[in-house]
Structure formats: structure tokens, C-alpha cells
């Protein structure tokens, strides 16, 4: 167990949420998206062709500061409102996938865009996979 | 002219969003937003009756996060992408919209919730007029 | 009374820092800095000579990231620490001088540069005046 | 090599800070100390004995804004301000150094107590490191 999965255990609610397999991954991947968005932005930013990267940097800083929100929120096992806990990953979901597929578009010659477009699909999945299991988890 | 209005207008692509009604207001609203329901939720730890407060806080909390994470979208006109600005503007709606119902609940006795209670429906009539106009906006 | 001197008015505990002149200025000045910012980064990534600009658009981040955090700790009025408070406070500081600076280097082509220059100063003078109040504010 | 790690190498600055050891560590304890400052606050607040740890909520909330406020400064491998990072660092320490002996208070009656100051030692060693090595790495 690493410390996401122990904490979220260690919560006095953690029936609710916690021990739902694909929580503490979903939180995980929504982290990394943080980091490697904001680097593949900042790398973006410093190589010199910067034109032809504006799209791809303003993808990266809004996916960076969805996916911030998101993990907050799923670090929170009082009590979630599902609607909101529900628009939050669609709209983590939705970042994750603009930002993969335009990200894609230079994976072959910048390699902090290959990483970041695989680390998007990453929790694009995690975000799918708890999206899936909300209604049995929190009913509004 | 206040400074959101005015760095708005000086970006290079303000014809785009800045001079859109209702853009700059919508920012405004969603940082009055995260600055009361951090008050709020600091106030409800604060109150002794901290127990029947606990929703309040995680919503609070939530709120704060997600119309946070809105606001920064917002401040960017270089290109967004219409699917990830309206899917997050969606989540603000609803976490506006579930913090201000449990707010307004609470709002009778403790000023602090009936001051957020106002401010989230302010944010939320903000963030549906923003998505009001998105579709002539930015197409994605 | 706007929405922030009116919440921490409503505070449990606002006679600690709420009412503190000051204070509710330094929240503000720090949320128009994050937003600002925010936007002087993206107008300067939409310039066409954004290689110039590399600088300016890494100290406009840093500066809306740490200006975020401290917003939110300013907005806590229950027992703050006055070493975490003092420091967050040094580090917004540091960050607002040092994106004015950059920022003033541009400020005669670039009106948003002007602006962010202008409203760092703001900020940087506001958090000074918190600063100078903290000793007899919050003992650690 | 982790993602962090990748990303950071393909930067194109990468050898300014990305080779640097303890670089990728420090943004990994942050991040990891963001997660577990918020759960912690928010297990906290669901333990029914809410009153005495309010201290604690505070200073987890803190504790979590201002390391992600480091994490994302410290993702951004281009010209970083040194009196900037070096301040955002020190804050950084205070505030798990403070977080991290109030868990420590409650770490025998609660677990998320104790991860909770486990993980912010863990950071605040971290951010140590990196500190003794910006000297060497930026130079304002």
C-alpha cells in the first residue's frame, strides 16, 4: 500500500469510497496529469518553435489546473454530492482527451508531449473507470 | 474598467472572449467564489456544532476547488477549447449549485453560510451565461 | 462591504484577523494577482514573440500559483501559524517583485504587461501591510 | 524512471535542473503531501470529536495549498527566480514542519494523523535538499 491507498483507509468513511478499487489510482493519475501537464507546458514554452505550440500549451495548463480540482475532490471521502463529484470528472475526462489528442499531434518529434499524451489517456481511463462506479458510491 | 476587464481587453486575441458581456464578470464571480466558501468552510470548523456541519464544509471545500480551477480557464483567451470550458463550466453550475442548497440551509443562524449561499447563486448565474454564449465563442 | 469583509466579519473568530485593517485588501489584491497573471501568461504566449517572453510567462505562473495559496490561507481566520503565514507571505513577496520587474521590462510595448506590473505592485504592498501586522495578529 | 522523471529529461532546459538529484523526489513529496493533507483534513473533520482538531484541519488545508502552490513551481525547469523558489521552499518547510508536529499530537488515536506527518517530513526533507542545491542551479 502506498500513502494514498493508506490514508484513504485510514478515513473514518473509507467503506464509502476508499475501498472502491480504482480510487486511490484515479487520485494517482490525476496527480501525475498535474505535473506532467504543467512540465510539458514549461517545455513547450522554452523549445523555440513556441508559434506552432500555443494550443498545445494552453491544453496543458487547463488539463493541469481540471485535474488539480479533481484530485481534491477524490481525496475527499465525507460525503460526496455525486452530481458534483460526476460533472467534475467529465470535465477532467474532457481536459484529459483535448489535451492527449493535440499533445499526439507532436509525440513524434517533442518527447515531453509523447509523455504527457500518455500519462492524459492514463487518467482519462482512471477518471472513466470511477465514473462508472459513482451511482452504487454516492447518491445525491 | 477594473483589472480584469482591462488585462482582458489588452490580450492580442480579446476579440475572441474579452470583449464578450458577461466574460470578465464570470471570472470575478467564480474568485468571489472560492475566497467565501474557504471562509465559510474555516468558519463551519470554527462553530462548535461542527458535526451537523460537515456537509457544509466538504461543499464548501469542493466549491472552492472547482470554481478556482474555472476562474484560471477563464483568464485564458488564447484558443480554449469548447468541450473542456463548457464540461468545466458545468461542474462550477453544479457545485455552485449543491454548496448554495446546503448553505441556504444553514443560512437562518450563521450569517457565513447565508453570505456563501449568495455568492455561489451568483457564480452560477455568471457561469450559465458564459455557457450561454460559449457556441459563438470558441468552436472546437 | 463587499462579499470578503462581509464573511470575515461573519467569522466565529473574525475579531482575530478579520477585523484587522488590511487584511480583507491583501485577499483581494492577491486574488486580481492570480487572475491577472494568469492572463498576462496566456496574452504573452499569443504574442508572436513569445521567445522573448519565456521569462515573463514562467515568472506570471509562479507568481499566480503562489499568490492562489496565499489567498487561501489568508481567507482561514482560525488559528493561523504565524510561521507558515509569515513565510507564505515572504514567498508572494518575492514572487510579485520579481514578476514586476520582468513585467515592467515590457510594459512600454505591452499593455498587459503594464497592467500585471501594476497589480503585482498592488499585491507586493498589500502582503507588506499584512507582514507588519502579523506579531500581534498570530502567535506561533 | 518514473513519469516525473521522464518528463523532466525531455525538457529542453532539462539540464538546468531536471539531472539535478533530489529534483523529481521533492515535486513527487509534494504532490504526495498535497493528497494526504487533504485527506487528512478531511477524515478529521468526519471524526466526531471535530473540536480538537481544528488546529489540525487548518493546518492540513495549509499545509496542501502551499505544497501545491511548490509542486507546481518546482515542475517548471525554465529560468526558475531563485529568491523566488528558494522563498516558496522555505514556506513550503514551515508549513510541513507545523502540519507535521500537530499529526504528531494526535498520531496515537488516528492513523490519518499519522501517515499525515509521516508524508510531511518526508517533504519537508525533500524540500531541504533541493534547497541546498539551488545555489549551484539558479542564479537570479
Same mark, same amino acid.
Given at each position: 500500500?502506498? /500513502? %494514498? $491507498?493508506?490514508?484513504?483507509?485510514? /478515513?473514518?468513511?473509507? +467503506?464509502?469510497? *476508499? ?7 484515479? %487520485?494517482? +493519475? ?16 522554452? $523549445? ?7 494550443? !498545445? ?6 488539463? +493541469? *489546473? %481540471? ?9 475527499? =471521502?465525507?460525503?460526496?454530492? +455525486? ?18 489528442? $493535440?499533445? $499526439?499531434? /507532436? ?8 509523455? !504527457?499524451?500518455?500519462?492524459?489517456? %492514463? ?14 458510491? =454516492?447518491?445525491?
Amino acid at each position: 500500500m502506498n /500513502h %494514498i $491507498e493508506s490514508i484513504l483507509d485510514a /478515513h473514518p468513511h473509507h +467503506a464509502q469510497m *476508499a475501498s472502491t478499487p480504482g480510487f486511490a489510482a484515479a %487520485i494517482t +493519475a490525476c496527480l501525475d496529469c498535474v505535473q506532467v501537464c504543467n512540465t510539458c507546458a514549461d517545455a513547450c514554452i522554452a $523549445e523555440n518553435k513556441a508559434t506552432t505550440l500555443q494550443r !498545445c500549451i494552453r491544453l496543458d495548463l487547463d488539463c +493541469a *489546473a %481540471i485535474c488539480n480540482a479533481t484530485a481534491t475532490l477524490l481525496s475527499r =471521502a465525507y460525503e460526496p454530492d +455525486a452530481r458534483v463529484l460526476r460533472a467534475q470528472l467529465q470535465a477532467c475526462l474532457a481536459a484529459c482527451v483535448a489535451c492527449a489528442e $493535440e499533445c $499526439e499531434r /507532436h509525440s513524434r518529434n517533442m518527447e515531453h508531449c509523447r509523455i !504527457c499524451a500518455e500519462v492524459c489517456r %492514463i487518467c482519462e481511463r482512471a477518471c472513466q473507470q470511477v465514473m462508472g462506479r459513482l451511482p452504487a458510491m =454516492a447518491m445525491a
